[in-house]
């Protein structure tokens, strides 16, 4: 476990617009930023969600790329002043802004602090190029990295040679040992002492000196690192199993992007391979270093930040990907999420979400579908297309998968389940509830949930004439149940 650090609180997830919560930061803090905002593009408009509501309500945000600039350019200021000296900076995008973000990360953090435009290749060749195409496939993203101003941490990093590189240039295998060399010249082009001496006969070229002292030479003599050309000049052998492989270059290849069978896949279409994450995390920063991750999604700065046992801190404005998240590093990184032991240096805790009633009547309606449906230990529907009206599944401990049907999506080949429905109003009447019932009917369900903040005296005798009638039962909860966790029994 890291330490904590003493400047501010770390392991900390704040849920909130990061513009209001890095106000709260200290000048020159942070050791490494990474950032992955929403794009200015419909493709990665703030997909989080996928397509869904939330897009929706996201779509009118930056009608052009200067909007969005001038939506960023604030957030990158703070970012900026919170930023360390020796820290870094990455900001991951697309070609939709990129060159806009480069003009404004120049203004903002200085022309002479920008470091690389990494290239990472995030899919394979679209085979589906349309006939009459005018453009070539766009598969990779674009992200800036800056540095403070000081000196920062920089961690180079080794990738194995290819194979072909090995072949042409590593071409000699030794005899005995198998290990492969090359010859290397053994003479520079200035003088370096005692520099100019006979070895077994042979001279420099004119011009040129020997790279090392005579005692030198006699070392790799013994070792039996020289090997002689026909005219008896000798070379050395650079082994290759000796060398720490090709540095990294900023066009990045390896790493393949999220496919739908990866282990650390949430389903959410804007989640980023924890591969990523890491190499820039371990690139910029050492141990117990703090990671900031402004906009941080389903968490995976967070989770590699803690799995290299850096320090974090993560913000997000969606009360759901801060839930998600959470999960994830509790489930991932089994790490608790309890005040008490986040005092002590353990553990971690989430600031800032909606609790109150108020605040959840002021939340958008996507967002306090998700927060209903996650505290009743649901999963949200992804999609508002062919899900019947419902807003989310209770799948029950022990559902077994029907054997029917699996490829059709996370966990809908399980046939067990109960249909959540959430209605952000202050009294749900009797006509959602007859909406919900004809739902009900249609999905052969024996029960369901019913979120609202109250329920008209009507509503709760038609939920009890429905059971009478048909044997289906529904569950009115409040707002104010759930909140009192009050509902645990309610829900066994
Ligand atoms: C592209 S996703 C990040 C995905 C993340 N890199 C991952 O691997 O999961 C962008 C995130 O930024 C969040 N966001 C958008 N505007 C924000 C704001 N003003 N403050 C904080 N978070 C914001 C969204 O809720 C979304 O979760």
Request: glycine residues 8%; proline residues 5%; charged residues 30%.
């Amino acid at each position: 476990m890291a330490k904590p650090s003493s400047l501010l609180d770390t392991r900390v997830i704040y849920c909130g617009d990061n513009l209001e919560q890095l106000k709260k930061l200290p000048d020159a803090c942070i050791d490494l930023i990474y950032i992955d905002p929403p794009f200015n593009s419909n493709r990665n408009y703030e997909v989080f969600w996928g397509e869904t509501k939330e897009k929706r309500s996201f779509d009118d945000r930056h009608e052009s790329t200067q909007a969005y600039i001038e939506f960023m350019r604030p957030r990158c200021v703070e970012l900026a002043r919170v930023l360390k000296k020796t820290g870094s900076f990455y900001y991951h995008c697309d070609w939709h802004a990129s060159h806009y973000v480069k003009v404004m990360l120049d203004q903002v953090f200085g022309e002479d602090n920008f470091q690389n435009e990494i290239v990472w290749k995030r899919s394979s060749a679209h085979s589906d190029t349309k006939q009459g195409a005018t453009q070539f496939g766009r598969i990779h993203d674009v992200i800036f990295l800056y540095t403070g101003g000081g000196e920062a941490t920089f961690n180079a990093k080794y990738l194995p040679y290819d194979q072909g590189y090995i072949e042409s240039h590593y071409r000699h295998i030794e005899e005995g040992t198998g290990r492969r060399y090359r010859k290397d010249n053994l003479t520079a082009n200035k003088p370096g002492g005692d520099t100019s001496y006979e070895w077994k006969g042979v001279r420099p070229y004119k011009g040129r000196y020997w790279a090392f002292s005579k005692e030198k030479m006699g070392a790799f003599e013994s070792e039996g690192r020289l090997v002689y050309t026909r005219s008896g000049m000798p070379e050395f052998k650079r082994y290759l199993d000796e060398m720490p492989g090709c540095p990294l270059q900023d066009v990045w290849d390896d790493i393949a992007p999220l496919n739908s069978q990866a282990r650390e896949r949430l389903g959410y279409p804007t989640q980023k391979p924890l591969a990523l994450l890491e190499r820039i995390i371990q690139s910029s920063s050492n141990e117990n270093d703090i990671v900031l991750d402004a906009f941080c999604g389903c968490g995976t700065a967070l989770v590699a930040a803690q799995t290299l046992n850096r320090q974090w801190i993560g913000i997000d404005i969606s009360p759901t990907a801060c839930r998600v998240m959470a999960k994830r590093l509790r489930d991932v990184c089994k790490l608790r999420e309890d005040e008490s032991y986040w005092l002590h240096g353990k553990g971690f805790v989430v600031r800032d979400l909606p609790w109150t009633e108020k605040q959840l009547r002021a939340i958008p309606p996507f967002e306090f579908e998700n927060w209903a449906v996650i505290a009743l230990g649901g999963i949200p529907n992804k999609t508002q297309v062919g899900d019947m009206g419902i807003d989310g599944r209770i799948y029950p401990i022990g559902s077994e998968p029907t054997a029917a049907g699996k490829e059709a999506g996370q966990l809908d080949f399980m046939d067990d389940w109960y249909p959540i429905q959430v209605k952000q109003m202050d009294k749900t009447g009797r006509p959602d509830i007859d909406n919900f019932e004809a739902a009900m009917m249609r999905m052969k369900r024996k029960k369901g949930f019913f979120v609202s903040f109250d329920f008209s005296s009507d509503a709760l005798r038609e939920i009890d004439q429905f059971f009478r009638r048909e044997h289906i039962v529904i569950i009115p909860l409040t707002v104010r149940e759930i909140l009192d966790e009050t509902i645990a029994q309610r829900l066994a």
